[in-house]
C-alpha cells in the first residue's frame, strides 16, 4: 500500500532488530509528478515583546556596548541570517491586541513608558518600535509581516499606521515619518487584523469579526507597490469555524486566514510539561501531538476548499511550535524554556507536514525567534546559544520555494508507546532552486534506528549527501558552556548493489541532496 505521505498511511511491519537487520522503509519520490511550490514564507519567524524575546535578547539598544547596529545585537542577527529568515511577524501576539503604534516613534527617551500587562507586567519603554522593526527586517534581509491592533485599537488607527509607513505623500504622517528618520515608504509585506479574536484579541465569534475585518480593510489604504496583503485573524487547534466564516464572509482583500496551534506534552495548559529531564511517554505525548498539525491542517482546508475552491486564500499558521512549563526560577510570563533534541524532531514533522499541503499552508510562523517558547536562539547578557531547533531550520533551508515532489512510503514502520502509536518515519522531498532533489527523513522512535531505502521514480538513488542532527539523550540541548552538545553532522551515503540506503538514527532528523 503506497500513499502520498505517512500521515495517511502506515502499514506496519514488525521491526525486526535481529543484529543488523532492520525492517526496510522504502521512499519513492516521485519527481515527474511536481506539486505546489513550498512557500519560502513556511519557514518565517515571530518576535513579541514578550519577556527577553527583544529587548535583551535582540534589541540591546545603540549604546550597549553589546556590539550591535542600529541597536540590534550583531551575534544575533548574524546567526539568523543563516537561517534566510523570509519573513517576521511583530509586535505580537497578544501584545499586538494592546498595541498603539504612536508609542514607538519618535525619540526614544521621548516615548510613553506602559506595562507589558500580558507578559510579566514589566516596564515596556517602547524603545522598538515601527522605525527600530524595519531596520531589523532589513538587517535580516527579510520581509515584514505587521500584526494591528483590533483588541483595543481602532479602524482609525490601523488606517493612520499604514498611511505612516507607505505613504508616499506629503501628509502630516508621511511628513512625521521623514521626520523620525525614514523619508521613502516602506512596503508592508503582510499586515494583519488583529490576534486571536477568539482570545486575547476580545472574545469574539468569527461572524462578529468578519464584520469587523470588513470595516477595516475598507480603510487600509496605500499605494499598489507598498500595499500589505492582509490578513485574518483565525481559529486554532480543532476549531475550523473561522476559517469556514471568514472564507465565505469575506471574499476580498485577504491573503490568508491564521490559524494557530501549538504541541504540549501533557495536553494540559495547566501543567505542560518540562523542556528537558522528561520521561519518555513524555516525548511520546510531544511527538503524537505534534502529528495532530496534520488533521487541523486538513479540516481546515476541507471547510476552505468549500468555500474557496480556487484556493485564493491562504492558510497562515503563524504560530506554532512546543510550549513547556518555564524554566525554572524564571519569570512565568517571560515563557523562557530550553530547547532539546525533541524540539528539533517537532520542528522537522512541522515542516514535513507544511510541505504536504503547500497548496494551502503558504506561511507559518514559529513562536518564537529568541528567548521564547520555542526558539532559535537563547541568550544570556553577552552569550548567545544556538538552539536544536535553529539547526533543524537551517538544514531545511533547500525547502525555501522548492517544488514539492510526492513521496511515497512503503513498509513504514511504529514507535508505540502501550496501545497508543505513531509513524516512525515521516518523510519529505522538493526539488531546490538550485535544481537538486532534497529529501527530509525523520525518526520519531527515541530507542531505535532504522534503515530508508531511496529510490527516484522507479530506480534506486544514487548517492545522499547532506547532514544528520541527532544525539545519545532526548533531552540533549545546547547550554551556554556546552554550546554545541547538539549540532548537525556531515552525513552522505553511496547505492551498493543497486540500492541506496539511509541509515537514520533513533530520534533524529537528516537532510540532504539526492542524486
Ligand atoms: O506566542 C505566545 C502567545 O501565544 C501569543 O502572544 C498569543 O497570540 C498566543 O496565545
Known sequence: MIKRTILAISVTTALAVCGSAFAQVAVTIDTAKPGPVIDKNVYGQFAEHLGTGIYEGMWVGPNSKIPNTKGWRNDVVGALKELRVPLVRWPGGCFADE???????????????????????????????????????????????????LGTGSVQEMSEWIEYMTSPSKSTLAEMRRKNGRDKPWKVDFFAVGNEMWGCGGNMNPEHYANLYKNTTTFIRAPQEYKPKIIASGGHTDDVKWADVLTREVKNDMAGVSFHYYTIPTGKWEVKGAATGFPESQWFSTMQNTLRMDKFIRDNKAVMDKNDPEKKVGLFVDEWGTWYDVEPGTNAGFLYQQNSLRDAVVAALNFNIFHE?????????????????????????????????????????????????????????????????????????????????????????PNKATEVTVNVGAAAAAKFTGQVLTAAKMDAHNTFDAPNAVKPASYSAQAAGGKLTVQLPAKSVIVGAVE
Open 99 to 149: 498595541y498603539h503604534w504612536k508609542d514607538g516613534i519618535g525619540p526614544r527617551n521621548k516615548r510613553p513608558v506602559k506595562v507589558n500587562t500580558n507578559w510579566g507586567n514589566v516596564t515596556e519603554d517602547n524603545a522598538v518600535g515601527t522605525h527600530e522593526f524595519f531596520d531589523l527586517a532589513e538587517l535580516l534581509g527579510s520581509q515584514v509581516y505587521i500584526n494591528g491592533n
Open 357 to 445: 499541503h503547500a497548496d494551502r499552508v503558504r506561511m507559518t510562523n514559529i513562536a518564537q525567534m529568541v528567548n521564547v517558547l520555542q526558539a532559535m536562539i537563547l541568550t544570556d547578557k553577552t552569550r548567545m546559544v544556538l538552539t536544536p531547533t535553529y539547526h533543524a531550520y537551517k538544514m531545511y533551508v533547500p525547502f525555501q520555494d522548492a517544488t514539492s515532489l510526492p513521496v511515497a512510503l512503503e513498509n513504514n514502520t511504529t514507535y508505540s508507546a502501550g496501545s497508543q502509536s505513531v509513524p516512525q518515519v515521516s518523510a519529505s522531498a522538493a526539488r531546490a532552486k538550485d535544481g537538486k532533489v532534497y529529501l527530509a527523513l525523520v525518526n520519531t522512535d
